[in-house]
């Protein structure tokens, strides 16, 4: 039996996502299984608790998910998989592989550079068999001068200021930033939208 059965996660995701695709919480059931399964023996994330795990991880995810048409990123002329995005130090895979799971028009590529967790993404990709995903084992940094991304993310990171820095270079020019953090942690600049359910959480876009 899953966790939570597939009408629960859609009633806890209701205000991050009201109509969430048909194909997704069969997805978003078994990722959810997946992480606490792995997160028993190896630490993935410190929230345990299921509900929470969909609120916290799937549904800010996917709330940035239906917000990236901000950037101006839905312009005709692009070709359809031609929107890349660069998860900066994914984790255990958020936002970037609930943005995929959502927007299969887009490339994204996990940068993660602990072994267990770009293990772990790799296990998810192959289970949700999703075609569009790659991992970047190692820090984002490493990656070759000439990689760049029309749309780069970051969620919760320690030094925002180095980490929106490195960020920045990967982003192709009018690419899009975007990022999960708090009203106190967030840059100069740009544009923010307020998380549902949280205190301080906001999504914060930025166009360069």
Known sequence: MPTLSESAIADLLLPYLP???????????IYLDLLLKW????NLTAIRDPEEIVRRHFGESLFAARHLSL??????????????????????????LPIALLRPDVQVTLAE??????AFLREAIR?????????????????????QFRIVT?????????????ATVRIVPSGLLAIL????????????????????????LQTF
């Open 127 to 147: 289970t949700l068999n999703v075609a569009t995903v790659e991992v970047w084992a190692a820090r984002a940094e490493t990656m070759p001068a000439n990689r």
């Open 154 to 166: 970051l969620r919760a990171v320690d030094n925002m200021e180095a980490a929106r820095s490195a």
């Open 39 to 42: 997160n028993a023996r190896t």
């Open 19 to 29: 109509d969430p695709p048909a194909t997704l919480l069969p997805q978003l059931s």
């Open 113 to 118: 550079s602990q072994n267990k967790k770009a």
């Open 71 to 96: 950037g101006n990123l839905e312009s005709p002329t692009l070709d359809p998989g031609s929107i890349t995005l660069l998860d900066f130090g994914s984790g255990a895979g958020f936002p970037g």
């Open 181 to 204: 953090t708090t009203v106190q942690q967030a840059p100069s600049g740009g544009r923010f939208l307020p998380l549902p359910n949280s205190q301080s959480g906001i999504l914060h």
